[in-house]
């Protein structure tokens, strides 16, 4: 059973750093673009970053300076959020996501089940 397993969400004071991580877990015969998405209440999910496979990025305006995304190199299974100069607006659950194609069936994605970023004034 594939899953994706995030880690390192919490309360941090504005300006403060956190790291977000995410490993994808299970019979997986390849992963191509890896993701952070998050939602906060009453609101829309919105993309906050995103790695492809071969290393290339792009990042919501608002976090853009802020925020890396990154991917473990060897096996391409694991993401990073690190998240600099955290604002109280970066309060949020993140999600992590996944496009990938597990052993023997066809590419679709995955989400992980989520972790609580907030900021603090």
């Known amino acids: 059973q594939v899953r994706l397993v995030e880690s390192g969400g919490g309360l941090v004071q504005a300006g403060g750093s956190l790291r977000l991580s995410c490993a994808a877990s299970?019979?997986?015969?390849?992963?191509?673009?890896m993701a952070w998405y998050r939602q906060a209440p009453g609101k829309q999910r919105e993309l906050v970053a995103r790695?492809?496979?071969?290393?290339?990025?792009?990042y919501a305006d608002s976090v853009k300076g802020r925020f890396t995304i990154s991917r473990e190199n060897a096996s391409k299974r694991t993401v990073y959020l690190q998240m600099n100069s955290l604002k109280v607006e970066d309060t949020s659950v993140y999600y992590c996501?996944?496009?990938?194609?597990?052993?023997?069936?066809?590419?679709?994605?995955?989400w992980g089940q989520g972790t609580q970023v907030t900021v603090s004034s």
């Open positions: 996501n996944a496009d990938l194609a597990p052993s023997g069936l066809g590419l679709r994605s995955y």
């Open positions: 790695i492809s496979s071969g290393g290339r990025t792009n």
């Open positions: 299970g019979s997986i015969f390849s992963i191509n673009d």
